[in-house]
């Protein structure tokens, strides 16, 4: 049997409700073996990747438990999305089961075995003893990574909690996991779920950025207000579409923003442009939401650009485009974000992944072979080994778009190593000021291969601007001369520069180049 009718046979077979997936049934036994085998007060974690099915998996287990067992089972979420959803796949798998939120008459709670929770709605009830937790045998935690949960643990001295996550690291660097659980066990791999037809392929493309202006708030992520600074800026904005143009067109896609303002700004430009887009962030009522979410799922090539509010709580399997238009520090909200493209859906087996916040750089490719049990032990010694922007960015090499580097395909070679220039003049005892000019004369060279006249030329060396201005931030770099005021007048003295020497050389350099003169 193919691994796609295998994958195939097994959807239908969880829609009859006759059979889970051959790995869930795996994690299930695995996580009884720990229950019976411990105390009963045992904190376990189990991870497995966003479209494995963690809640198909801890509803049959809240299934197998009630009936095994004479105690009753608390879910907690933390969101009210993830409240309802877990309630309706509970209900599937035939468990009778009761909402604890801020409007639920609990006068009827002994007659359920089963309730689901907000962490914040059942603080309060717990904190007002409207809710009796005496017969809690077993208390699941969805989405574990998050840290409002272990305030509640108090409640639970006397239970056994699982809690459930794709990313077993903590949203606080203060409260590792390994802290508040006593093992983890780690699910199938993205890998192996994309192998055997369970989860889409992504195809990523990055989009080099510069992010040093980029400052990191007490959460440990950068602030929503020097990311706005950033990606609302018509010079981001512009490579946002044009990357859309190149990977997304067409595609159904989601945006996702740090910031309401920079979402705003991504709506004004793809609707100039007359693309199909929605602007979604928690200001929205639910009636707004519910018809927006209704328009994105009906529409084929519909772009829905948000803040981080469809990371969780979100299943749309018709997502073909994810772009990550902000960066991130947290390694969760990353592979959140991308697995919102990853379920598969119809004849989809691959999602396009556009990156423009350096995140691939940072945490390495979706669905690279982490070590988790390492991480769990050891978050400190993950996050220390994270490389910073600056690294990151002095590793950077510009690489023309398709479509520009074709207006080149004369040239065998349209990169130009500033910083190795800059070292070799240094050492040379010549001065800093050569390497624009060697850049100028390289930038002109491939211009002149590439035209029949000057003006061609000049209309090529137009089409440089994002290599013009990688060019000069990597020698303001050099120079350790970086201003605003500074950067900008360099960028367009270059341009005046390389347009002057083109007027002046063209017919040098074009009769260097092929040997013969330029037709009058």
Not at 69 to 98: G, P, Y
Not at 144 to 160: E, G, I
Not at 369 to 386: A, E, T
Request: proline share 2%.
């Amino acid at each position: 049997m193919s691994i796609t009718s295998k994958a195939e046979l097994e959807q239908e077979e969880r829609k009859a409700g006759k059979d889970l997936y051959s790995y869930q049934k795996g994690a299930i036994n695995k996580i009884f073996k720990a229950f019976d085998e411990s105390r009963d007060d045992y904190h376990l974690l189990y991870q497995l990747p966003t479209g494995g099915g963690k809640t198909v998996i801890f509803s049959e287990i809240v299934r197998q438990y009630l009936k095994n067992h004479d105690k009753k089972v608390l879910i907690m979420t933390h969101r009210i999305e993830l409240c309802k959803q877990t309630s309706k796949m509970l209900t599937e798998f035939a468990v009778e089961n009761k909402v604890v939120d801020s409007k639920a008459d609990l006068s009827d709670q002994a007659n359920y075995s089963c309730f689901v929770a907000m962490v914040e709605t059942l603080n309060n009830r717990l904190n007002d003893n409207k809710l009796d937790i005496s017969d809690i045998g077993l208390v699941i935690i969805d989405e574990a990574h998050y840290n409002s949960f272990t305030k509640l643990f108090k409640f639970f001295s006397q239970s056994f909690i699982l809690g459930v996550t794709a990313t077993p690291l903590s949203s606080s660097i203060e409260l590792p996991m390994t802290d508040n659980y006593d093992e983890l066990i780690v699910g199938e791999s993205i890998e192996s779920l994309i192998e055997n037809g369970f989860l889409a392929r992504a195809d990523m493309y990055n989009y080099n950025v510069g992010l040093t202006s980029l400052v990191v708030g007490a959460n440990g992520d950068y602030t929503v207000k020097s990311s706005e600074d950033l990606y609302t800026a018509d010079d981001m904005l512009s490579k946002l579409i044009q990357a859309y143009e190149e990977r997304s067109k067409g595609k159904k896609t989601l945006i996702f923003n740090n910031g309401i303002n920079t979402s705003l700004h991504v709506y004004d430009t793809f609707r100039r442009a007359g693309y199909p887009i929605a602007h979604l962030d928690n200001t929205n009522t639910k009636k707004e939401r519910a018809q927006i979410l209704k328009w994105f799922k009906n529409t084929p090539d519909a772009i829905l650009t948000s803040v981080s509010i469809l990371t969780t709580g979100f299943d749309e399997p018709s997502v073909e485009s994810i772009i990550l238009n902000r960066a991130t520090k947290s390694l969760t909200l990353y592979y959140q974000m991308i697995g919102r493209g990853s379920r598969i859906y119809k004849d989809k087996k691959t999602f396009t992944v556009i990156d423009l916040g350096n995140n691939f750089y940072r945490f390495g490719p979706w669905g690279d072979n982490l070590d988790w049990q390492r991480i769990f032990k050891s978050p400190n010694y993950y996050l220390d080994s994270i490389i910073s922007d600056e690294e990151l960015e002095s590793n950077f090499r510009y690489e023309m778009p398709d479509e520009l580097r074709k207006e080149f395909g004369n040239s065998k070679e349209v990169y130009f190593d500033i910083q190795k220039t800059y070292v070799d003049s240094i050492r040379n005892g010549e001065s800093s000021k050569v390497v624009l000019e060697r850049s100028i004369e390289q930038h002109a060279k491939i211009c002149v291969e590439n035209s029949e006249d000057v003006y061609d030329a000049l209309g090529l060396a137009k089409m440089l601007g994002d290599d013009i201005d990688f060019r000069i931030q990597r020698y303001t770099k050099c120079i350790s001369k970086s201003t605003y005021n500074f950067v900008e007048w360099l960028k367009d003295d270059y341009r005046k520069k390389l347009n002057s020497y083109l007027r002046t050389n063209f017919d040098s350099v074009f009769e260097d180049i092929h040997g013969y003169p330029p037709e009058d």
